[in-house]
């Protein structure tokens, strides 16, 4: 097994314990649900890398066609569509306690649910291509396109308007007032931990996606 | 292989272990009218039982991940990748 996994393993385990028993700061209405820093926060972080990585090899496919680049950019928009399904659900209960709501029309809120749907878009996009070359291509443009409306959905748009969420509206969110040195602690290993835990998932994906299409050209070989 | 897999675990057991030793500073937390928190849980020492529940379903995701992993590695040897 390679390094990083040992990493990812050790990370996880550490934001595991250290995520509930280490100090947070003493703060009106989150209380102990500010740990949820730990665990909401890091599908966030995680989604936004993986999905960079999607599009990524997308260019790269444009650029130079190859099945496996195809795969690549694929396994990782599953695995970022994992994360920030994920993503939506903690943040909707966290909502729920802290905010007194499920879901409230929130920029940053509705920002991340188009964001979910432009990504389902793609699978649905996908699954209906047959051709192998003309579905890889279609959905290697479209990947630009939904990577590059989910930036400003999440990231730009929830800061030119006013919001709940931290980090919005002028809000410089945990990182300025809330989060004190213990949490960083904690915070910035469970951010790296979650997204390579996104990384080993989507590989190993991948990897089985690469054997299928190896099987795959052998039986074509051995029918042809 | 197998002394390799032991070394390992002894090595994340020697690493987690003061790390959990080092919580004990959170118990000697006390409140002072503040903002409440899970005081009494942390108090009664049933924190623990939530944080292995989670060190349970944690450790049980990443050894299913790790057996596909090695599933994967055989059928990549098998196909000759």
Redesign the interface.
């Known amino acids: 097994m390679k390094w990083w996994k040992y990493l990812t393993i050790v990370l996880l385990l550490y934001t595991v314990v250290m995520g509930f028993l280490g100090h947070v700061p003493r703060l009106a209405i989150l209380n102990e649900t500010e740990r949820n820093l730990y665990f909401h926060v890091p599908m966030w972080f995680g989604m936004t890398i993986i999905l960079f990585v999607s599009v990524v090899n997308a260019i790269r496919y444009l650029r130079n066609p190859s099945p496996r680049l195809d795969i690549l950019a694929h396994e990782s928009v599953k695995t970022g569509v994992i994360f920030g399904v994920l993503g939506l659900m903690t943040g909707s209960l966290w909502a729920r306690f802290a905010w007194g709501t499920w879901w409230t029309a929130d920029v940053k809120l509705n920002g991340a649910a188009v964001t979910m749907l432009i990504y389902g878009a793609y699978l649905v996009l996908r699954g209906s291509v047959r051709d192998e070359q003309q579905r890889a291509r279609l959905s290697a443009i479209y990947n630009i396109f939904a990577f590059s409306a989910a930036i400003p959905l999440l990231f730009i748009m929830p800061r030119l308007y006013d919001s709940l969420h931290p980090g919005m509206g002028g809000n410089p969110g945990f990182s300025k007032y809330d989060l004190d040195s213990s949490m960083r602690m904690v915070f910035y290993p469970a951010v790296i931990g979650w997204t390579l835990l996104g990384v080993w998932i989507t590989e190993v994906s991948c990897r089985f996606a690469f054997v299928k299409e190896k099987i795959y050209e052998k039986q074509e070989k051995q029918l042809a | 292989m197998k002394s390799k897999k032991n070394n390992?675990l002894s090595r994340?057991v020697a690493?987690?272990l003061p790390?959990?030793l080092l919580?004990s500073?959170?118990f000697a937390?006390t409140?002072a009218a503040?903002?409440?928190?899970?005081d009494a849980l942390r108090a009664s020492g049933k924190?623990y039982v939530?944080?292995l529940v989670?060190?349970i379903i944690?450790?049980g995701l990443?050894v299913y991940?790790?057996r596909?992993?090695g599933k994967?590695?055989r059928?990549?040897k098998e196909?000759?990748?």
């Open positions: 390992w994340a690493l987690l790390l959990l919580t500073a959170a937390q409140s503040e903002p409440e928190m899970a924190i939530v944080v989670l060190v944690v450790t990443l991940l790790i596909l992993d994967v590695s059928l990549e196909v000759g990748e």
